[in-house]
């Protein structure tokens, strides 16, 4: 009980407290999900697409096709290629 209200408390001070609080909402409200960790050399086309976003000004971008800095991470993952970690 303490924990729960402790790590209550920090997420509400945190600059993305609202997020983690809708967040926290959406998965009370559909129990069968939940979040896990996944490495970024695991999930290569998220991380290379997060990058892209983070370098421009767009605030939404819609792509009729992946872009081509992530066709070789596709490519990979289509083949079931594994990577170390670094």
Same mark, same amino acid.
């Given at each position: ?9 920090? #997420? ?9 609080? =809708? !967040? @926290? ?5 559909? +129990? ?13 086309? #998220? ?9 421009? =000004? !767009? @605030? ?5 096709? +992946? ?20």
């Amino acid at each position: 009980m303490i924990k729960s209200l402790w790590v209550s408390l920090l #997420a509400s001070l945190h600059s993305f407290g609202n997020i983690i609080a =809708d !967040i @926290r909402h959406l998965l009370a409200t559909h +129990p069968g999900y939940r979040i896990s960790h996944v490495f970024r050399e695991a999930n290569q086309c #998220a991380d290379v697409m997060a990058k892209m976003g983070s370098c421009n =000004d !767009i @605030r939404l971008c819609i792509w009729e096709e +992946p872009p081509r800095e992530v066709a070789l991470s596709l490519l990979a993952d289509a083949l079931s290629v594994s990577f170390l970690r670094e």
